[in-house]
């Protein structure tokens, strides 16, 4: 059996995550649609700090934390229990999260958490795995897992877990708009998405990745990427929650150049060109209604990072 380094802790933050494009494919025989998608890891991040413990525990705090299980239900918490299984890892740890990546929101919250109890306790316990080493247990934990360990953005397919990065340079300015309300459930949204399809006597194919997307993303050309976003599930999301509807007329009525439901909603994310559109758009936003909170980002970013290393010695900081 393997024994833990000797340390104190170990803090990591993670990102949330936008869809710039969600095909939704024809439902597998595991139930799961097969998907063709376009992550991008955005600026706005969690917290996860793992401390060794005599027990397994979860502690959530920070301005989302409402509706996080604290229990065993916890993503984080059977990410790190997984890892524990897998690698013979003796003892538990104690979970802190940070919660500022919205709820139910389709940035991958629960995700994000997993993706960071797993580098948290890689790097606790000496393992010195790498990201694609820790891929195929993230991939059993939930589609958007694998994603979040390396961040930037990148093509998924399957139901998301197979993973292909996409060369980019540069960044994009981002203005969210995040619901108030309860989130939206993604089961019930693609429940929803297979509804509509039926009704409308559409016929669902393999999904691919567009072309002029990943082109305009080589370049970022803030138009062309604003032109070619695209989510199949944004109208089962306003269906179930049609305020969506005014809030991306009112987005793109104020200038952004692209606007998209994020994964299953109810997130909205709109794309403009510099801070200072981020800002009026923001403020526009704000003034017309309807509610929400609106939160100003970029991306791509990073994925899950060790940022500080508590030992024997005390912190050490890594901006890495």
Not at 21 to 43: I, K
Not at 159 to 179: H, K, M, N, T, Y
Not at 276 to 292: E, K, Q, T, W
Request: hydrophobic letters at 40%.
């Amino acid at each position: 059996m393997s024994q833990a380094v000797e340390s104190r802790g170990v803090s990591v933050r993670v990102p949330g995550k936008i869809n710039l494009e969600l095909v939704v494919g024809p439902l597998r025989d595991d139930g799961y649609h097969e998907l063709a998608t376009v992550f991008h890891a955005v600026g706005i991040y969690d917290h996860i700090t793992v401390t060794p413990a005599d027990r397994w525990s979860v502690q959530v705090t920070g301005p989302t934390a409402a509706g996080v299980p604290t229990g065993p239900g916890n993503l984080a918490l059977k990410a790190a229990k997984a890892l524990a299984r897998r690698y013979g890892i003796e003892g538990a740890v104690a979970l802190s999260i940070e919660k500022n990546i919205p709820v139910s929101g389709g940035m991958a919250g629960g995700s994000a958490d997993a993706a960071g109890a797993l580098v948290a306790c890689e790097s606790l316990w000496g393992l010195q795995l790498s990201r694609d080493e820790l891929e195929p247990l993230a991939a059993t934990l939930g589609s958007d897992v694998p994603f979040l360990l390396h961040g930037g953005t990148a093509v998924g397919s399957g139901r998301g877990e197979r993973l292909a990065p996409v060369l980019s340079r540069g960044e994009l300015q981002w203005v969210l708009w995040v619901s108030n309300d309860s989130g939206l459930s993604t089961p019930a949204v693609y429940a929803e998405c297979d509804r509509l399809r039926e009704a409308a006597g559409e016929q669902v194919v393999e999904p691919t990745p567009s072309g002029d997307l990943i082109g305009a993303l080589r370049t970022m050309d803030t138009e062309a990427v604003g032109a070619t976003l695209r989510n199949d599930l944004q109208g089962a999301a306003c269906s179930l929650y049609p305020v969506l509807d005014e809030v991306l007329e009112a987005g793109l009525t104020l200038g952004a150049h692209g606007a998209v439901v994020s994964g299953s909603g109810p997130t909205v994310a709109f794309l403009v060109s510099t801070q200072a559109a981020a800002i009026d758009l923001s403020v526009g936003l704000a003034a017309r209604g309807p509610a929400g909170d609106i939160r100003r980002t970029t991306g791509p970013v990073a994925g899950a990072q060790v940022v500080q290393h508590v030992g024997p010695t005390g912190p050490q900081n890594f901006t890495g």
